[in-house]
């Protein structure tokens, strides 16, 4: 038997015994599990999480005591495990050493996730979705997700998050790759309309599969982005999921029109109260030719977006993340492979979901060489794009870093109906990048030097 043989073995026997860990006596048996995965983690590169996970756990009235007791009470038990195994144990300890191994070994960014549009089709048409400038007709086959996943998995590569066009006009062959690969863990970006009881059967089943349901606050702001009659489909599809014990979460935009709803405690402990465990929250992305730039937020919108967010999160039993304004947590911006990518339904790979510019594609280059390719070097090279990582996107906050990595790089414009030059899209961003500096500039000193300020994150 080879070590590596050897090693895998040991590794399996490790996780069985930790999977033992996540019934009964939550309390007696987390923090087994705590000292399990620190000695697990023998790279020690997860240490200051378990010490966090152990804060937590020694203060039975904090918010996350109680997000973590709830999902110990209303998901499903093989779920839970299932969710163990694949995305704390597969793609936080297993996979974020093999990719730290292929990073030192290729000299370029591996990413944590890999977020793929398994077609551009879509049973809805929202105002400002970037996804709908691709059309509706492109598809990628089950053989080439299938193969993308083959290759991630191999450095190391464990998430990963379908979008779209709506992916659950795919949903049988989603549920074909949750099969295939049941170590990874799955989650899709959603508009939930497609959520039905077989489907959530199929969930149940698979175990490996997690939706993220768009929602833009209440019904009115809702269904003035997706269409009328959007919310009431949304809802039902929540309260199928909560009757069969499965995890769920929100996937929220905001932009200038829906800032107040979607900020708003009511909005918060809405979620909360219809079983959502995380609420993931974008900001509107000005992308496509025709995209609409008055729906982006202004400075004032966006610090209310910054306090609001910071707290509920040490109030409300909820898992959040603000990709645009928690770039302190992750380092600036997460894209290029650094932490995900995106693969359209055309193959096209590009280093953000809102990065329409290519210079590869999975039907002629393995994941490795686009990695290494022209345009994700040039990321790999850039980030941090900026000393304040509440200014972390080289579109959005510095749109000169963008223009110049495209033009530098030779990468296209992945448009298929209206292709839109890098002068363009950055054009639209420079307004919005220098309004933000001021704002940005004090929210980022205070939240280190300013007790008044620290004082209003908390």
């Not at 163990?84 to 990073?103: D, H, M, P, T, Y």
């Not at 039907?363 to 070097?377: D, G, N, Q, V, W």
């Not at 495209?406 to 307004?431: I, R, W, Y």
Request: hydrophobic share 35%; glycine share 6%; net charge negative.
């Amino acid at each position: 038997m080879s070590n590596n043989s050897r090693k895998e073995n040991v590794q399996s026997f490790a996780v069985k015994m930790a999977l033992g860990y996540l019934s009964g006596n939550m309390d007696k048996n987390l923090p087994k599990l705590l000292d399990w995965a620190d000695k697990f983690d023998k790279e020690g590169l997860h240490t200051e999480k378990i010490e966090a996970f152990s804060d937590i756990l020694a203060n039975p009235n904090n918010n996350w005591y109680q997000l973590i007791q709830n999902i110990w009470t209303t998901i499903d038990p093989d779920v839970r495990k299932t969710f163990f195994e694949n995305f704390i144990v597969n793609s936080g300890l297993i996979g974020s050493a093999r990719q730290e191994k292929a990073k030192t070994e290729h000299g370029c960014n591996i990413p944590w996730a890999i977020l793929m549009d398994p077609t551009s089709a879509c049973n809805l048409k929202c105002t400002g979705c970037w996804a709908a400038e691709y059309g509706n007709k492109l598809n990628m086959s089950y053989e080439t997700l299938d193969s993308i996943i083959e290759q991630g998995t191999a450095l190391g590569t464990y998430m990963y998050i379908y979008s779209g066009g709506e992916p659950l006009v795919r949903k049988t062959d989603i549920i074909k790759l949750c099969e295939a690969h049941p170590d990874c863990q799955f989650l899709a970006f959603t508009n939930g309309t497609l959520i039905d009881e077989d489907f959530a059967n199929e969930i149940l089943r698979v175990r490996n599969f997690v939706p993220a349901i768009s929602i833009e606050g209440f019904e009115d702001a809702t269904d003035f982005r997706r269409g009328a009659g959007t919310y009431q489909a949304v809802i039902r599809a929540i309260e199928i999921l909560k009757d069969k014990k499965l995890p769920f979460g929100a996937s929220c935009c905001y932009t200038s029109k829906n800032v107040d709803s979607i900020s708003s405690e009511e909005f918060i402990d809405n979620l909360i109260s219809h079983g959502a465990k995380f609420a993931w929250f974008f900001h509107y992305m000005p992308v496509g030719n025709d995209a609409p730039t008055e729906l982006l937020p202004s400075p004032e919108q966006r610090e209310q977006m910054y306090h609001s967010i910071r707290k509920y999160r040490s109030t409300k039993p909820l898992f959040t993340i603000d990709f645009q304004n928690d770039g302190e947590y992750v380092d600036g911006c997460i894209a290029g492979g650094r932490c995900y990518l995106h693969i359209n339904a055309n193959g096209d790979i590009e280093p953000c979901a809102f990065i329409h510019y290519s210079d590869s594609n999975i039907h002629k280059k393995t994941l490795l060489e686009a990695y290494k390719s022209p345009l994700f070097m040039a990321y790999k090279k850039g980030q941090p794009f900026n000393e304040n990582p509440l200014r972390p996107c080289p579109m959005l906050e510095n749109p000169e870093a963008l223009q110049g990595m495209v033009n530098h790089s030779g990468a296209h414009s992945t448009d298929m109906q209206s292709p839109e030059s890098a002068e363009h899209l950055c054009g639209k961003c420079v307004p919005y990048a220098e309004n933000w500096v001021d704002t940005a500039d004090k929210l980022w000193h205070c939240s280190h030097s300013c007790n008044d300020c620290l004082d209003t994150d908390r």
